[in-house]
T-cell receptor, first 115, second 113 residues
């Protein structure tokens, strides 16, 4: 089975701190994604990476950056955390060989609170 | 963004079939229809997808209208573990030309014992 793991289930950080959220997948998937999920807004795509060192902005990239140095690992970085970045963060991966099907595998999520 | 419309919530009784509707009137001819669900305190999980024909797998069935403007996810015998938010999703394209999924608000399914 595909496994997508995230470094923390719960995280509390202070305003202005630099925050790293890590995601690792074990199925050699080319594509990886970072979403945030907020009540009433659903899941929104922050960034995704279609291969090592390749990235593309999603719908809400402001205030975030990403890093993908190895195929299995995709990191989301909050350069200076703010209270409006308090949210559930979800990582996902997908093989690029899935054709026009778009099956993504999600991690369990990291609930980040910025105080 | 490609749009889907789903009821906010639905209720079912355990052991009974559940039909979750989705409207996607702006679907293009090559778009797959995907369904995901999200159990409480978990990330979303893939349920099923289809293009034109009805599809079955171990989790559910997907019935697609002939004009493809709507679809229905069918859970044949609901269990308490099926209580989740169900998302009907179309593929979309980013500004950079890459593909992405667009998650709406989904349907919250409550299963009564």
């Amino acid at each position: 089975d595909v496994k997508v793991t995230q470094s923390s289930r719960y995280l509390v950080k202070r305003t202005g701190e630099k925050v790293f959220l890590e995601c690792v997948q074990d199925m050699d998937h080319e594509n990886m994604f970072w979403y945030r999920q907020d009540p009433g807004l659903g899941l929104r795509l922050i960034y995704f990476s279609y291969d090592v060192k390749m990235k593309e902005k999603g719908d809400i990239p402001e205030g975030y950056s990403v890093s993908r140095e190895k195929k299995e690992r995709f990191s989301l970085i909050l350069e200076s955390a703010s209270t409006n970045q308090t949210s559930m963060y979800l990582c996902a991966s997908r093989t690029s060989g899935a054709g026009r099907s778009y099956e993504q595998y999600f991690g369990p999520g990291t609930r980040l609170t910025v105080t | 963004d490609a749009k889907t419309t789903q009821p906010n919530s639905m209720e079912s009784n355990e052991e009974e079939p559940v039909h979750l509707p989705c409207n996607h009137s702006t679907i293009s001819g090559t778009d797959y229809i995907h369904w995901y669900r999200q159990l409480p305190s978990q990330g979303p999980e893939y349920v099923i997808h289809g293009l034109t024909s009805n599809v079955n797998n171990r989790m559910a069935s997907l019935a697609i209208a002939e004009d493809r403007k709507s679809s229905t996810l069918i859970l044949h015998r609901a269990t308490l573990r099926d209580a989740a938010v169900y998302y009907c999703i179309l593929r979309d394209v980013t500004q950079g030309g890459s593909e992405k999924l667009v998650f709406g608000k989904g349907t919250k399914l409550t299963v009564n014992p």
